[in-house]
């Protein structure tokens, strides 16, 4: 992990706000010169603080654009169930974000679908046909209040 001070935060809060903004518009903004903003981008980037850039679609405009929240428990909660389900999850194109919880629910996953007939077949086909799922609970979501994928710098 590595020491952030104002001008690496604003830095990244402007990366956030809009990743293909240029070299040369972020020194403008931050009153320095192309070579130091373009060093720190590149330490933020070697320090993993900068996974990867990518463009964020708005699922309305898409078809698929249900989303469901699903609560998984399994039978057994040994680390070996545990790591077959996480390596399952991440191959179902349908779920966007796993969670291992604690609490009532072993999992909370957020799955986008085009519709309910789709999350029947995802739910049975593919979510409850894993091995070690016990239950599922699902939430639908009715009005997207906010997202967001700015992690605040505080």
Partial sequence: MIKLDATDR????LLQDNSEINVKE????????????????????RAGIIRKYVAVLDPLKLEASMVVFCSVSLDNQKLEAIRQFKKAIENIPEVLECYLMGGVSDFLLKVLVKDLQAYHLFSSGKLA????????????????VKRSTVIPLL
């Fill in 10 to 13: 604003r830095l990244l809060e």
């Fill in 26 to 45: 972020l020194a403008a903004q931050l009153n320095l010169t192309k070579t130091p903003i373009y060093e720190r981008i590149k330490r933020y980037q």
């Fill in 129 to 144: 046909a894993l091995p070690n799922v016990s239950q599922i609970k699902s939430t639908f979501v009715l009005d997207e």
